[in-house]
């Protein structure tokens, strides 16, 4: 953890004919029209964004791209997640259509998870997948879902149940953007940062026990932490593309939290993503503890360092009141990592040592929650 | 073109980990479910048909699946090609996950090409991406929309300008079903037929010239020129999957006709997709003569056979009026397979000797279509 400086990093996601870079330092955004037009000449561009980002980043976007000689045409949705719905992706779809553009132009989703999965699935169906640049503006949208070409929406059944692997051509993470995320958003962005450190990088996640301050207050240890981030979720990408098997561990503390975001309504006033997979990643280390797979000092000390940046980490954090256990079960049942039936977590066996665990009985996943929803 | 018999016959597709056989006889639907358990043992599947095929085939399928202890749902779609719509595909993806079909499971289109292009997608983002296995019962299906991947809807833009590629497991082509199939219907897929003997193979189209009535009348032509035909569109997708190349000069005819789907509203009473690549085949061999590419001879020779299995060949043709030159040249501009704004057409210099034409003037096809309407 040395190399920490302002310079712009860049992390490798390596794929074959579908690698890609993903730059990230503080002010990409300006240069974001000169690298496109660098390295994909004479593409013209559709932008799709929120309302919400338009008002801070769409100028200083649109300019880069005229700048470098890159058309374009701006398509903007609702923010929130309610826009991942097949409905906002028909109207994102008819915009790229509208503007002409051809299978080797580009989409630029530019914004959080929500828009990056909705234009980047656009951008994956119009006229059987064109190519696409992905902008993200949140820390999670930096750290995760811009990274690794998962896109999609969701449906009454679920999160995230309908989309393709589409693998973008170029990610840039301006990390001076994120000043103008709320606390709120940054902390569950972080949630994701502090994931790869549990998943397989305890080194990562000290550095993160004595650094975290210093990421949230940007500069030079928040490009680290975002490179680490990135770099952590390339590697995986690279070993199981389209999550045939050990990709899975990127969903440590996902079960638990889609089920609590479902429980919630998807009502981001009661909780957001990056809260559901805090506690999600809480309770995974206290379901191992009492599974004796991990000890209760590891699941303390990923509860104390989620607490001290202010995240959430029990049932009793979701405000508002969560349905009963057998309830929160069926959500978790119709999560789509449920393989034939049975329950696949993912456990861990101390900070950093998580793996995929097939065939968890229900039934102590039930009484796992009965306690948890008592605390 | 002497091995021709009864006997089921069997097409492998070429791509590497996304291989899959193509079989081909007659009362195959009837043999489906132990084929798909003995190749794909525990799955579940989603029949979707429409409600005119599922009249015909949809009970024998579903007992053959039962009696291979194949557990089954079935999703029915109106008929005709406004089903390819974005509302008919939110439909069928929540048929899918009422279902509750998990990613290894199966979607079986049973119909012709509008449910097979439909079916398919939505099995192409379903979890993002599941296993789906065409059974066929249009010619046209049989021998082209069902073979190599490609999948789609339309948009008020154009046709198919929303899709993914997305390999089947195995493709089940009962070609006694077609004995079903109205005289249009069936004259209307052997245009795709009578296409891979004008794309590369003169030896097929002269064999088509001798057989084509025995061909309609079923038996072993029929299995042996659907066979032929599957072998040749595989050649073309196996060396090209993604359309970056070759498997372009599958649209032969294709350009002009989907100029004139457009034109006359989809509206299959006027012009179904077969009689428009009919019409669109005999123009690019009279388009590629006017350019002096080739004979005039070989356009009348393709336009008498096409003539005489009662296909229409001119624009005249269509009933009920078409648009002028200029209208018709904006319908095929805005073909997706528009390269940076020039032309492309698949042009020939004679029968079976097709090439893919970029950068063709618009003016040069405007003044052909000008004298093609008066003829």
Redesign the interface.
């Given at each position: 953890m040395s190399d920490v400086n302002a310079a712009p990093a860049k992390v490798h996601v390596s794929l074959g004919a579908r690698s890609y870079d993903i730059l990230i330092g503080p002010g990409l955004l300006q240069r974001t029209g000169a690298e496109i037009a660098a390295r994909l000449p004479?593409v013209r561009a559709a932008i799709v964004t929120d309302s919400n980002v338009a008002a801070d980043h769409l100028a200083p976007l649109q300019e880069s791209l005229a700048a470098a000689g890159v058309e374009s045409a701006a398509i903007t949705v609702a923010p929130g997640e309610r826009s991942k719905s097949?409905a906002t992706?028909?109207e994102v779809?008819?915009g790229i259509?509208?503007a002409?553009l051809?299978?080797?132009d580009i989409v630029i989703p530019l914004g959080g998870g929500v828009v990056g999965d909705l234009a980047g699935f656009a951008s994956?169906?119009?006229?059987?997948?064109m190519r696409f640049v992905q902008v993200p503006t949140s820390l999670l949208a930096q750290v995760d879902s811009s990274v690794g070409g998962?896109t999609?929406i969701n449906?009454?059944?679920g999160k995230n149940?309908?989309?393709?692997?589409h693998q973008p051509q170029l990610v840039i993470a301006d990390t001076a953007v994120l000043d103008t995320l709320s606390p709120r958003e940054f902390r569950a962005g972080y949630a994701e940062v502090a994931k790869y450190g549990l998943i397989d990088r305890p080194d990562f996640f000290a550095w993160l026990e004595k650094n975290w301050q210093a990421v949230f207050a940007g500069g030079p240890e928040r490009v680290e932490a975002i490179a680490q981030s990135c770099q952590a979720k390339a590697d995986v990408v690279a070993r199981d593309e389209?999550?045939k098997g050990d990709r899975a561990l990127l969903n440590l503390g996902h079960t638990f939290g889609h089920a609590l975001e479902a429980a919630t309504g998807y009502d981001s006033a009661r909780l957001v993503h990056g809260e559901g997979v805090a506690i999600g990643m809480a309770l995974a280390h206290r379901f191992s503890a009492r599974l004796n797979l991990a000890s209760v000092d590891d699941a303390e000390r990923v509860e104390a360092h989620l607490a001290a940046v202010g995240l959430p980490t029990r049932l009793s954090h979701v405000p508002g009141g969560l349905p009963g256990a057998e309830q929160l079960l069926t959500y978790i049942a119709?999560d789509?990592k449920?393989?034939?039936g049975a329950l696949t977590f993912i456990l861990t066996r101390g900070v950093g040592q998580s793996f995929v665990a097939k065939d968890v009985p229900a039934s102590e996943v039930l009484s796992f929650l009965e306690g948890a929803l008592s605390q």
């Open positions: 004479g097949f992706l028909e779809v008819s259509l509208d002409r051809e299978r080797g994956g169906i119009v006229r059987r997948g998962k999609g449906t009454v059944h149940l309908v989309g393709v692997f389209l999550e119709q789509k449920v393989s034939r």
